[in-house]
């Protein structure tokens, strides 16, 4: 399948360095099989009754170790600029902070806006500064030709610039788990007042409440909803809808018995999710970093999911 254009400035030098590369070795490929071909039909049994040794030629071989030297060469100095351009972000670069876990993507921009999806401006450069809270992942979006590993410990960079309005995939391209396949997002791309007036929105309802998120932005920024529905469908997790004062059938230290979903449930469940295993599910739930006010932000959400 033949790889669509690029969509960004970083994706175009990617593609340069590619097609130059794929014109090469197109021409070799042409020029081998004629020779081929030639040689076959120029020196076959009935033109050549009589084998008779061939020496070699000083020049033939002087040209074919200089001009492959010179090829292979021209071809890694080419490649070697477009990687160091890719890794230099301009100054002036808007930057966003991504961070992933099982199974989800979490983009946190300067002024302290969060989304799990990653919105920029069309014609600006973006700088991202991947990290990862468990396992390591792999941010790739295709349409940009930028892909990078996100180890945990460790702050990766990457940075691309959207020269076209859309919205396009991101894939991790990592294993990380059960729901690898189900860790994508998106990075959508609007004109550049479109993107002012909604992070200078979304900053002043930061700011209205103090920098504290409701239950229900938590548990898209926690990743929740990669596993648990509020609608009733299960997933790969138990769906979180009535949940609160409902006896569940769990397995505790490998004893299956039975539960009630209160407060204390909850909590523990969040924090040490392999305390108590629902039957009928797998034990995949990673534990969540949460502050005593975001834990008690997101129960609250869960117990009013009726």
């Known amino acids: 399948m033949f790889v669509s254009w690029a969509t960004g400035l970083s994706g175009e030098v990617v593609d340069q360095v590619f097609f130059f590369i794929l014109a090469i070795t197109v021409f070799l490929l042409g020029l081998i099989t004629f020779l081929m071909v030639y040689f076959v039909i120029r020196y076959r049994k009935k033109r050549n009754p009589q084998p008779s040794d061939i020496h070699g030629n000083i020049w033939l071989e002087i040209i074919w170790t200089i001009v492959p030297t010179l090829l292979v060469l021209a071809m890694f100095y080419y490649g070697l600029t477009g990687f160091n351009f890719l890794k230099k972000a301009p100054g002036d670069a808007l930057k966003v902070k991504v961070i992933a876990r099982q199974w989800s993507w979490l983009f946190e ?39 990078q590993d996100v180890v945990p410990g460790m702050t990766n960079t990457l940075w691309f610039q959207p020269t076209g309005v859309g919205t396009f995939d991101v894939f991790c391209t990592q294993y990380c788990g059960l729901q690898h396949a189900n860790m994508v997002t998106k990075i ?41 529905s509020v609608d009733g469908t299960p997933r790969v997790g138990p769906t979180l809808k009535g949940l609160f004062g409902k006896e569940e059938r769990v397995l505790i230290d490998g004893k299956e018995q039975t539960v009630i979903a209160d407060e204390a449930f909850i909590r523990t469940y969040i924090l040490k999710p392999n305390t108590y295993v629902v039957v009928g ?12 006010d975001e834990l008690t932000e997101l129960v609250h959400y869960i117990k009013d999911l009726k």
Not at 121 to 141: C, E, N, R
Not at 197 to 218: F, S, V
């Open 281 to 292: 599910y797998p034990p995949i739930m990673p534990p969540q970093a949460l502050t005593e």
């Open 188 to 228: 959508v791309v609007i004109p550049v007042d479109e993107f002012d007036q909604w992070i200078q929105k979304r900053g002043k309802e930061i700011e209205a409440t103090k920098g504290k998120p409701g239950g229900a932005q938590l548990f898209h920024e926690k990743g929740c909803v990669a596993c648990h």
């Open 109 to 147: 921009y300067e002024n302290g806006v969060k989304s799990t999806e990653l919105k920029v401006p069309v014609g600006k450069p973006v700088k991202l500064s991947l990290t990862s809270q468990d396992v390591i992942h792999g941010f790739y979006a295709p349409a940009f030709r930028i892909k």
